[in-house]
């Protein structure tokens, strides 16, 4: 299953904000996306 970042922040209680955040300052490393440049969260993450 793929979300949306929206999803996955809601999924864990944090804001999509936050997940960015996380992603700029190096705590979400490799994360996928697709050819537009979205992130691709599956449920195995």
């Known amino acids: ?3 949306s970042i929206k ?3 809601q999924q ?3 804001t999509y904000d936050t997940l960015r955040f996380y992603e700029r300052c190096g705590l979400l490393t490799d994360v996928a996306r697709n050819k537009h440049g979205q992130r691709i969260s599956s ?3």
Do not use: K, L
Request: with cysteine.
């Open 12 to 14: 864990f209680g944090i």
């Open 7 to 9: 999803q996955v922040a």
């Open 43 to 45: 449920a195995e993450c």
């Open 1 to 3: 299953m793929v979300a």
